[in-house]
C-alpha cells in the first residue's frame, strides 16, 4: 500500500486564524522580524517546534484525571516510573519539568571548569547549558553530514575517527563527557547507528568517559535504525529504544517530544553515587525528587505517552507524513537535507536565494517571506543563528549551511496543511529574487535566535 494512515481520528480541534496579507507584515514588523516574537493567534500553520507542540489521546487525557498531586509519593510519579523504566531500563529516575532542567542538574554534577562535552552535535540550549557551568561544547559531526544531498542513512552519527584523535590526544585529558543526541536534533533530523552508538561507548569507556544519550527523539531514532540499520528490521521500536539506552551510562531526555505532552522531562542514571547528587540538586531547584517540577496529570500523561510513542503504526504513518511533505516541498522546487528525517524538514534556503549573502540572512529571508505570503512559521537554521557576530551585530564567519527548519508537531496537522505550505513554499521557488535581505537590530549574547530583532535591508 502506497498510503500509511494515522491510526488515530480527530476528536477535538483547535481554530487557526488567517491574517491578510497586511496584517501579516504589520505583525512581523512589530515581532522585529523574529518567529518568536509573534502571537499563536498570528499564525496559520505552525512549525517553529515539535516541542512540547503535539495533540494527546483519550487515553493520555483520561490518566490526567486520576492525576495524583500528592507531594511526595504520588501514585502517578510511580505510573510514570515504571513505565520509564521499563522503557530506558535504568535503576535511578529523576523527573524534570523539562529537558535543559535535565541538562542544568546533570552537567552541574559531571562537568567542570575547563572540561570538554564532545557530542555528534550539541542543541542549543545544551550547547548553553555546558558553557553556563564553565565547560565547553564541541561537536565531532561525521563527514557524510557535510553533503545535505546525499542518501547515507545515518548523517547523524558521531565522526569516531575525529572523536577517538581528540580522546588520544592533548585535550583528551579535559573530556568530561561523551554526549550523543539522537536523532541529530542540529543536524538534519538525522538518525544515530545502533553501531555508531556502540563504537562512540567503547571509545567512550576505553578512556575513562562517561557516556550518556540526549534522548528526546529515541523512539524517532528507533523507527529509522529499524528502516535503514542491518539486522534491526525485527526488532520493535521499543527494543531498539531500550537496547539504545542501555548502551549509555545515563540520559537526559526533553519528553517534550518523543514523550507526547506538552511539558517533562527525564534523566536516567546507572550510578547510584551520581543519582544522589543529581537528587540533591533537583530538590533544590526543580521539586522533589517524585515530581521534579511536574504535576501528577503531567506524569500521567507522561505514563501512557511513552507506551503510544513507541506503536509502530503511529511511528511509520508519522515518518510518512514527513517523507511525503519533503517530496511535495521537493516537488515545488525547493531542496531539502536528504533523507528526510522524521521530526522536521530542513530546506536549503543557500541553494533558493543565491542572490543572498550569508550577511544577509537567507535562511531567515525565506523563513519571513512563508509567514508574509502563508502565515507559516519556521525556525532559521543558518548564519543568524550559528554565524559569528562582531560588537556591531556584523556577520564575522558564517554558518555552514544556510537552512530554514520546519518542526513538525506530532498528531497535529492534515494533509491539506502540508500541501498548502508546499503550495506556498512552490509560488516562493518560482520568483526568488523577490526576496531581500534583513540586517541585525539588536542581539543578546547566549542563545541569540531567541531574542534577536531584525530589520529588511
Ligand atoms: C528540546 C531539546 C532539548 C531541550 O529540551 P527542552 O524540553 O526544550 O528544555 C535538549 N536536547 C534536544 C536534542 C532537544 O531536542
Known sequence: ???????????????????????????????????????????????????????TSTAQEAAAALGDESYAGARSWFRFRDEAAELTGYDHLLPVHQGRAAERILFTNLLKPGQICVSNTHFDTTHANVEIVGAEAVDLPCPEAADLDSHEPFKGNIDLAALEALLAGPDGERVGLVLLTITNNGLGAQPVSMANLTAARDLAHRFGKPFFLDAARFAENAWLVKQREPGYADRTPKEIATAAFQLADGCLISLKKDGLTAIGGLIGLKDPELFGRCEALLIATEGFSTYGGLAGH???????????????????ARAEQTARFARMVNDAGVATIQP?????????????????????????????????????????????????LDEEHRLVSPAPFELVRLAIPRRVYTEEHFAYVAEVLGDIAKDPERIRGYRIVSAPPLLRHFKVRLAPR
Open 1 to 55: 500500500m502506497s498510503r500509511i494512515p494515522p491510526p488515530y481520528r480527530i476528536k477535538v480541534v483547535e481554530p487557526v486564524p488567517f491574517l491578510s496579507a497586511p496584517e501579516r507584515r504589520a505583525a512581523l514588523d512589530a515581532a522585529g522580524y523574529n518567529p518568536f516574537n509573534l502571537r499563536a493567534d498570528q499564525i496559520t500553520v505552525d512549525f517553529l517546534s515539535d516541542s512540547g507542540t503535539g495533540a
Open 298 to 316: 503531567d506524569l500521567e500523561r507522561l505514563a501512557v505517552g511513552l507506551r503510544e510513542v513507541v506503536d509502530p503504526s503511529y511511528l511509520a
Open 340 to 388: 528526510a528525517g522524521i521530526h522536521a524538514l530542513y530546506l536549503n534556503a543557500g541553494r533558493l536565494l543565491p542572490h543572498l549573502t550569508p550577511a544577509e540572512f537567507p535562511g531567515h529571508s525565506l523563513g519571513c517571506q512563508m509567514f508574509l505570503d502563508g502565515g507559516i512559521r519556521s525556525a532559521e537554521l543558518g548564519s543568524l543563528y550559528l554565524g559569528t
